[in-house]
């Protein structure tokens, strides 16, 4: 491909969740800063919300980096799951063993290791990337989880991470048990205008780019285009370097973009 051309070590555009590439845009900061709090605090149920390629999978990835290694985790990427399914998927993530997974035995295993941790001064925390997908009965069996808590604390730290749907569907009058118990809520934005730049100067140098540049006047383009939306912006990017090698250009300029605009249109 074009990574030899360009001097590349890897390519600075995939479109996956890579924690090793992840840009400190001021909303990622204060999305990340909420998590945090809400674990340490023990909110019990944390909401993370945005649109389709605004990085929360990988916020998630990276959040698992953050929290102390002792601490249990358990990140669910696709619930799609029957709700005894979703608690056995925890309880397992949670490295617990059992003879049978009767709904009973799971719940009374899980309470047992989350008041050990507790007592352990460390913490539980279960995350669920593409929560907008969670059935109400879903939902209700992670409210259930939500109830194991001492009189003060609660013992499991729960956060649901999905797209703005998500809010939606917690308004429905059947679900609002669940969405009263939600004490940390976060609504991540695109990256802004002026960090556009800065994000793809930033993936580039992390693949190594020697021999490649984005002109200047390109990130108006660029923004425009992906409305600060990092997928976008990858998958605009990834063209723009395919065309430029094609074109024998190692100088990525807002005529190149533009033509690579049109054509993902
Ligand atoms: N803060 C960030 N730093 C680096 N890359 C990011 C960041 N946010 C998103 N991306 C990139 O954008 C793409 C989509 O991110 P993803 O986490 O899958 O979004 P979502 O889960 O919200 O749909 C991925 O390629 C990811 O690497
Ligand atoms: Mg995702």
């Given at each position: 491909m074009y990574l030899e051309y360009y001097g590349?070590?890897?390519?600075?555009?995939?479109?996956?969740?890579d924690t090793n590439l992840f840009f400190k845009s001021k909303h990622h900061q204060e999305a990340l800063s909420a998590l945090l709090y809400g674990i340490k605090e023990r909110k019990g149920i944390i909401l993370l919300t945005g649109e389709v390629g605004t990085g929360k999978t990988t916020l998630c990835k990276v959040l698992l980096k953050e929290i102390p290694p002792e601490f249990k985790t358990s990140l669910i990427?696709?619930?799609?799951?029957s709700p005894t399914q979703l608690l056995r998927a925890v309880v397992e993530d949670f490295g617990i063993g059992l003879k049978r997974y009767s709904k009973l035995d799971m719940v009374y295993a899980l309470n047992q290791l989350l008041m050990d941790t507790f007592l352990n001064n460390s913490n539980a925390v279960l995350i669920i990337d593409e929560?907008?997908?969670?059935t109400p009965r879903q939902l209700e069996q992670i409210r259930l989880l939500s109830n194991l808590e001492t009189e003060r604390y609660k013992l499991l730290q729960i956060i649901l991470v999905g797209q703005p749907e998500l809010r939606e569907k917690l308004g429905l009058p059947s679900l609002r048990q669940i969405k009263q118990r939600i004490s940390v809520s976060y609504h991540i934005f695109p990256l802004e205008k002026e960090e556009v730049e800065e994000y793809v100067n930033f993936r580039l140098e992390l693949a190594g780019a020697l021999n490649v540049k984005f002109e200047k006047d390109c990130f108006e383009y660029i923004y425009e285009f992906s409305k600060g939306i990092p997928r976008l912006i990858n998958i605009l990017c990834d063209r723009a370097l395919l065309a430029g090698f094609a074109k024998n250009k190692r100088i990525i300029d807002s005529n190149l973009i533009r033509l690579c605009i049109e054509e993902l249109k």
């Open positions: 590349l070590k890897e390519a600075p555009f995939t479109v996956t969740a990427l696709n619930p799609y799951f929560a907008q997908d969670l």
